[in-house]
């Protein structure tokens, strides 16, 4: 599996290579946020490691470039520790956060756990239509279409819709998604759901305001409405 390294610290991604080819990984880096799309293009990466602060082009630019043409998986790396900095991180497609410093045997973790994650068919083994085909997840292809247009879903994004779609009318919690589409090993926060239901709701829903499908259950979770089973 190839994995790009994107940061502007040469000992880190030294590190990052030195750990992860271990594993047997072939490693790619880049230093410079200008050029990191155009190697992203030309490499095609099984995964991203992105730092956020980077000269030319910042991280948080580069991961929506990236979200833009690809699914990706994306870990983020970064000095920043805020709560809100870390929910802006996966607002903006994100699929894992890593503070630095960071250990690099928690960051080989995290990448065989996030790879683990993508391959894992969380999904159901059909073509499922909701709405008159308003709205069709193909678990086959792993391909989402909304009208008619196939919808550019980051991976968390893909397993939560599956998650839930498979569970009509059932109300998950923010823990159980996050456990499900995340892994039970993910230490994270609450937010990060909302995150995620957020940038979902953007892409399927005609008013995110007004969800048909995604559906908030105030005190408790969220859950699929039961009316597109």
Do not use: W
Request: glycine residues 6%.
């Amino acid at each position: 599996m190839k994995i790009l390294a994107i940061d502007d610290e040469e000992k880190i991604l030294d590190v990052i290579k030195a750990y992860l080819e271990r594993e047997g990984y072939s490693v790619f880096t880049e230093t410079n946020g200008a050029n990191a799309i155009n190697t992203f293009k030309s490499l095609k990466p099984d995964l991203v490691i992105l730092d956020l602060m980077l000269p030319g082009l910042s991280g948080e630019e580069i991961c929506s470039k990236i979200r833009a043409i690809s699914k990706v998986p994306i870990l983020m790396l970064t000095a920043k520790v805020e709560e809100d900095d870390k929910v802006y991180g996966f607002s903006i497609g994100a699929d894992d956060y890593l503070t630095k410093p960071f250990s690099p045997r928690e960051l080989t973790m995290r990448v065989k756990a996030i790879l683990r994650r993508t391959k894992d068919d969380m999904a159901l083994n059909d073509i499922f239509s909701f709405n008159d085909g308003d709205l069709v997840i193909n678990t086959r292809s792993y391909e989402v279409k909304k009208s008619g247009e196939i919808v550019n879903l980051t991976p968390n994004e893909y397993k939560l819709l599956t998650v839930m779609a498979q569970n009509p009318n059932r109300v998950f919690t923010r823990g159980e998604l996050i456990e499900k589409v995340m892994g039970y090993d993910f230490e994270g926060f609450d937010r990060t759901i909302d995150a995620h239901i957020k940038n979902l709701r953007q892409k399927i829903e005609d008013d995110p305001k007004n969800p048909v499908y995604i559906k908030t259950v105030y005190g408790a979770g969220y859950k699929f409405g039961e009316e597109n089973a």
